[in-house]
């Protein structure tokens, strides 16, 4: 199971800045696809919000997989007293 | 110390906490709950779906800062105490609610009234932010060792029970008053309401004492001197709140906003389901399903919380699609026969003034009654324009009414979604609270809660009917955000969550 937790933490690293990539691009496309001004500066500012929120969330998968592979969640804390 | 707590004491403390966390629900969800009318007082008239878009996306504001709600509430509660912090969220979440209530529409100040709505509700994200952690450790600290998630369930039940408040002061506010009256300005009155709650809790709440965990921190002088620099700057804490936030509270909380959010926004908007209807269904599906909340913490004492959590998630993301396509199906009325049909009142017209003054929007309504008694209205809306003549709608289905039969089956499939929410959000408190030691607990725990069910969770009616309105979409498309997020969390809790519970929180 640790091998397991270890591997996998290497694709929660790659998961972070893939997701970021793919909702750059969605961004771009949804933008590039609107026809009046008022249509444009919505789809932005739904966008900047979607950006803006999921930039620091993947930046903590990458974390989260990079202490994985470190293999700090080997063993998990059996008491407040382990943190 | 908190195993000799007589039990009397604990139903105190329980439901001094549940009553004011109940109140912030209520708050912090009428807003969602009237989307669609506020949608249309906020903006231009001719604005359409980008109206309800960005509703949305204000309602998803108050989501997103409360983590920032969580650190910097969860520090004060870590610093001065439990009760005092969660009686300073109390007043600024009725304060912001009840200002809510008071502002002009779009007509009367234009931009300015979506950008002090906003502002508002900011605080209300702020003050939820650091009103669940404090209420949730209050309670546990309070609760003996093998009934705690049983204890903090009765905190997880606030949620629900608010949002069932919310609902039925819409309902019967609209009812009294009627449609238009309500649409006008009769939506302000659960806001305005929300002060006359506020006021209550307060007053219970000013008679409860600090937790006794933290007073003994407090008296022994172990309280954190910098608890946020204590929660993330240590690699220990700092990966507990990660393992926490992925692998559990991330999928919990679009579990929870799919079953009871995205449910009601999709039968109203996706469904063109009737107001009162859709309202009603969630009512009955919540009435049914909340004290499933107390038995799935309970049952947590037993078994741990971890596998009734997955198990929630899990059949989520198998059941998701079925239940929504069972929705469509059965409100689909483009296929009626002639033979179905019981009676057609005659076509009512309304006209609006358009910004430009020279166009009007003119709206035909017809109703139509079908003999198994489902009804519903046929509108369109066209374009009169002083240079261009008539520019036709296309014709729309709405206000749509259920029969019976269809009316209790989709009251079965809210009932099913909100017991995966039970299932996901009965143990969690207990769960995080065993997470994280006492002195920097309810900044710890408060945190990934809320990026959880306020980030991923908050953004399921947004991130979904944005999905959903994307070219090429269905209408089911908007699933595939919270499917993904769950099933995402599923893995990463089966993988990396221990099931084992930590019997001793008092260090």
Redo the contacts between chains.
Sequence with gaps: MNTLKKFLGLVWMVLGPLTMTFLFIQAIDKVGLTHTDIERTNTILQWAIILFIFLPISLGLMIFGFYAWKGEYDHLPESSEEL | MSDHLPKNNIFKVIGASSLGTLIEWYDFYIFGSLAVIIGHQLFPEDAGA?AL??TL?IF??GF?VRPFGALVFGRLGDLIGRKYTFLLTLVLMGGSTFFIGLIPSYKSIGYAAPILVLVLRLIQGLALGGEYGGAATYVAEHAPKNKRGFFTSWIQTTATLGLFLSLGIIVITKNILGAETFGNWGWRIPFLLSIVLVVVSIYIRMKMHESPLFSKLKAEGNISKNPLKESFN????F??V??A??GATMGQGVVWYTGQFYAQSFLENTCKLDFNDSRYILLWGIAFATPFFVVFGAWSDRVGRKWIMLSGMLLGILFYRPIYQVFLDDTDYTKIEQADILAVTPARATAVLMENLTDSLRTVSTKVSLKNGASFNRVQTDTVSATRGILLGKEIIKDKVLPTPVFWKFVGLIFFQILLVTMVYGPIAAFLV?L???KIRYTSMSLPYH?GNG?FGG?VP??AT?IAS??GATPLSGLWYPIGVAALSL??GA????N?R????N?
């Design positions: 980008s878009i960005n996306a998803a504001a997103i240590n690699k220990a804490n990966k507990m990660l393992l936030l992925f065993e994280f030691p006492t990026i980030v953004l947004f991130i944005l994307f070219s893995v990463i993988i990396y969550l221990s084992k930590d019997e001793k929180i260090d």
